[in-house]
């Protein structure tokens, strides 16, 4: 009987036992050679490299505290407020959890817009990059979504009737609105059906999807290297021993290390300082609360639904504002399709429609919070 | 020709004489116009109940007081409203257009009743059931038996037409049902209804009664709590008194007027040595410590041996009541700073965002005890306030602790945090030392 032969085992010269043993196995030196090639380019405006890997680190945050929350979390109308009770006041360092979980998605939030306005106004969203934009737009409709649907989990007041304003809202959605308000809501109006189906996609469906168009994020930066500005890139060009780069690991990484660290102690003096309010159990039979606002993310398409009168002309004025948000939220997810070549005139045009955007964005939030009653 | 004809007919013969010298064109536009501001009192008015058109009210709106009745007047009146008219009352013809005609002796007219009149001729409807039950069937029918018994009956049957009747707290041709807050009998109306007469003192000279109710009333917890927090169950004069059988309670039965509402005190207070003792003084029960219609808002100061105790009043220095006064107002004052003391520290332990919500709920707790401690007051038994003060410091004792428990934790929260800082930046310190290693290490290769 002929013997097979054995498979020869490659041999690695590596210093370090455990990357020897695990190069011997995997190739790992093979695995993260490309890490090792990877580059990012040094220049003034380098420092915003750092917003879409903070944005990461935060979610990672998230993940960790969201499964140690999970450990005592009870996602029904009868348990849930009490559940966070104890976790904010019987648990061991709950209140740490629980703290740094809310802080960390309100920083993720907007770290992750910071990330996509820096984008846009380095212009790295244009080709090859189109799907790289893609994929960030839609996750940060996915953040906005684990922030919606995270609000309601305690279930107290301010976040029982901010939910029920919201889902109303998406009610107002022609065609769809009903029936998307009823699957949201798991009925006609916002009960424990609609907590436990906010918990599901908190903790299962928004997660799963976000993990995923994470790593397809990442691996079309890596693919597609990263974005130099347009004015420092014709400097290069015309002058390319002027070009400087570090190597991502472990230089850049080391940088991206020290932000995270600077976030920890943020995140941490937040927490400490400014724990997360729990507020009053929330009742569906009393009148809603004076001030009912959404979070601040919201702030600026709820103050300008509040603002635009209730007819205008013959069409319903909810209707439109919701239709101009969804219009021009379209819009920004096609900009790549629609900016055309990345050193053309609609540039200057998207450039000022991202400004106007930004404090269209800014001051209509600072005014929902001057305008609602405290 | 009487004086309302002349005054009618003079008004028609210049509305005529105007009609005939218009134009046609500023006749069209005045039409037009007169129609445009009338069609929104018209569909307005559709709303309304339908009043019937009298003569009466033509010509008594062109009066002035007390014979004018308006139109506005009339048509709020509960008795227009449910198609009465004001033959229902005075008799005589209100279809009939000319005066002579409406006030005809042959049409049974009966003119202005006299005062001492009213209350009988109001009685002819409001006594009798069967005629009420099919305008309102839950409205009594007593009245004019109670209002004879009233000392403002009384006093009618004896002639004194000054004394209150129907008309004078119920107002006449506007009178508005009690549920509407513009009527003169509506609880927040009721003691300025009687005030009018009974505050002033000119008026009430011949009965030689005091003239400062309503300004004590004013003053009064229940005042507050019937007009500033708008709590239309709490008592007015007609509460206390009765309304159509008004009458002072009498000492002896003071207590059952109050304990209709105030149940507990009343409970306690029978079983109370001061039962027998006030019945004995002749002072009457509550309004002994509380006063009747000046009753302030009580406070743990009217109970002991202080300047605003009213236990003094009757028991000197080292008598038994003297000591147990003491003894229970020690205990409410104990209780009660337990209570700011527990609030002081949960206050600070939530503005420093302590989650202190079970403590507050407990806190609560401790406040029902005291608010039980001083409804026990009332048995005047030292003993059985303790009793209820005790319950009550067991929990303040318990959520000051809680709220100390907080502050402490706040502390070592902040500690943590300072540590934590210290090894973040032990760490930022250290990688930054790292990569200007690594950053000259390249450069040096590099070069």
Known sequence: MASVPEATPPTSTHSNRLVRWLDERFGWEQLVAPLRHKTVPVHKLSYWYFLGGMTLFLFMIQVLTGILLLLYYRPSANEAFESVQYIM???????????????????????????????????????PRELTWLTGMVLLFLALGFGFSGYLLPWNTLAFFATKVGTEITGQVPLIGKPLLIFLRGGEEVTGATLTRFFGFHVALLPGITTLLIATHILLIQRLGMSVPPGQEAAWKALPPNKREMPFFPNFFAHELMAWYVALGVLGALAALYPWELGSKADPFVAAPAGIRPEWYFMFMFQTLKLIPAKVGPVDGELLG???????????????????????????????LGVFALAYIVCMTAYGYMAVPK | MTKADAMRREITTETHRGTLSLEPLCLYVSVVALA???????????????????????????????????????????????GLTCASCHGGDPSEPSPEGAMSKKAGFRGKPKRNEIPAMCAKCHADGAYMRQYNPSLRTDQFAQYQTSVHGKRLAHGD??????????????????????STVNPLN???????????????????????????????????????????????????????????PGVASVENVCSTCHVFQAQLFDISPHKAAFAAMGTGSCITCHSNHRIVHPTDAMVGTGNEAVCTNCHATADPGFVAAGQIHDDLSKLDESLKRSDEVLDKAERSGME??????????????????????????????????????????????AGLQALAERDYRRKGLGLTLITIVAVLIGLWMYIRQIESRNQSGGS
Request: glycine letters at 6%.
């Open chain 1, 322 to 352: 919701i239709m101009g948000f969804g219009l021009a939220g379209l819009v920004w997810v096609l900009l790549p399709f629609l900016g055309g070549d990345r050193y053309g005139r609609r540039q200057v045009f998207i450039r000022g």
């Open chain 1, 89 to 127: 006041t019987q648990v061991q360092f709950g209140w740490l959890v629980r703290s740094i979980h809310s802080w960390s998605a309100n920083l993720m939030i907007f770290t992750a817009f910071a990330h996509m306005f820096s984008v846009l106004f380095l212009r790295a969203y244009t080709k």
């Open chain 2, 36 to 82: 445009c501001l009338l069609l929104p009192a018209c569909l307005f008015a559709q709303a309304q109940p339908q009043i019937a058109k009298s003569s009466c009210v033509e010509c008594h709106s062109a009066f002035p007081e007390p014979t004018g009745v308006t139109e506005a007047q009339w048509a709020a009146d509960i008795h227009a409203q449910k």
């Open chain 2, 356 to 401: 202190v919500s079970q403590a507050r709920i407990d806190e609560a707790q401790g406040r029902d005890s005291l608010i039980k401690a001083r409804v026990t007051v009332h048995s005047f038994q030292p003993g059985k306030v303790e009793q209820d003060t005790q319950a009550g410091m067991k929990i303040a004792d318990k959520t000051y602790k």
């Open chain 2, 190 to 248: 009721v003691a300025n209804t009687c005030s009018r007469c009974h505050s002033d003192a000119a008026y009430m000279k011949d009965y030689k009664i005091k003239t400062d109710q309503f300004a004590g009333y004013s003053a009064s917890v229940h005042h507050e709590a019937m007009v500033v927090r708008g709590d239309l169950s709490a008592p007015t004069c007609t509460t206390c008194h009765g309304n159509h059988g008004a009458a002072p």
């Open chain 2, 161 to 182: 037409t000054k004394v209150a009747v129907c008309i004078d707290c119920h107002s006449v041709h506007g009178i508005r049902p009690s549920r509407e807050p513009r």
